[in-house]
Structures are given as C-alpha cells and as structure tokens.
C-alpha cells in the first residue's frame, strides 16, 4: 500500500501567546485539491485523575465560559516549559485542590481534536492524596468533590462532565483500576 502525504505549502502566524499559536496552512492533498486549513498549537497540558482507596476520584466544579456550562473536571494545566510532566501535573492538583497526590502514573495520552488543533493531552493516575494546607485557587474551582468512579460515568453520562480529558481518564481508568 502506497501512502501519500498531504503537501503543505506554507504557514502563516495570525496569532500567537503563551497560551496559542494560531495559523493559517495551505495543503495539498494528494489528488491535487488545495485549500486552507487553521491549525490551533497549544502547550502540553497534564491532568490527574486522583483515586481513593474507596474508588472515588477528585473533581473539580467550575464554569466554562465558552461552552457556558458549570461542569465536573479532573484538575490539570499547562506544563512550564521544561518540566517534569508527572511534576507539573502533581503540581496543578495540589494548587487546584489543596490535595497532593501522593504516587503519579501515566495513564494516557491523547490528541483532542487532531485535525486542526494540536494539543497532546497527558492524563496521570494518582493512587491516594493528603489533604495539604494549600489554599485551593479561588479562580479554579466553585467546589471539590469525591464521587465514586462509576458515578462519574454517569455523570459523564448526564452531561455534568464534558471534557474531554476528564471523559477520557474516567473511562481508561475504569479499565485499570480494581
């Protein structure tokens, strides 16, 4: 079987910060037909999915202003630059939360949205965490909350979680977790 790439001819930055690189690709596809594509590039973020010893995770209740929904999310954010993945997702837990998890798995990693935005998302497990005396950010969360895992199935089920992080580590760690 032959496989042939699509040909891109050029890129052209609309915008870029921190958080976004946006663009503009001209492709070619192999039988000839060119167009446009935007392409959004952000930095890798790592979520975790903290577990109990009672098989409940730790969510997070915050709203998103562009979906215009208060939703259920495992706790995660951006890598700084050269750090630790493992690190930086502990690290978001416990700013996030107040908790720090006390061990740190990969769990999986996945690409959201892989033909126009590229975003590696990386999702850890966490078996246990202690209550620290971090203040969790206000601007995070609305309420934390332990929920059995087989309830955020069905709250994914109900729409109370939308995200496709959160969506994804629940469902790989019902394959994983006794």
């Not at 594509?37 to 709203?63: D, G, I, S, W």
């Amino acid at each position: 079987m032959t496989r042939t790439q699509w040909t891109i001819h050029g890129e052209t930055v609309v915008d870029e910060n921190r958080h976004i690189r946006l663009s503009t690709v001209d492709i070619e596809l192999p039988d000839g037909v060119k167009f446009t594509q935007y392409v959004a590039r952000l930095p890798k973020c790592a979520m975790t999915l903290v577990l109990n010893e009672n098989r409940e995770v730790l969510l997070m209740y915050r709203h998103r202003f562009i979906i215009d929904q208060w939703v259920w999310e495992l706790p995660g954010g951006y890598i700084d630059g050269a750090e630790d993945v493992a690190a930086a997702a502990a690290r978001e837990v416990e700013e996030e939360t107040g908790w720090r998890p006390k061990t740190m798995e990969h769990l999986v990693t996945y690409q959201p949205a892989i033909g126009t935005l590229d975003q590696p998302q990386l999702v850890y497990l966490a078996r246990g965490a202690e209550l620290t005396d971090t203040v969790p950010d206000v601007n995070e969360a609305e309420d934390l909350r332990w929920f059995p895992l087989e309830e955020a199935v069905k709250m994914i089920d109900r729409g109370e979680i939308v995200g496709a992080a959160t969506v994804v580590g629940v469902y790989r760690a019902l394959t994983l977790v006794d």
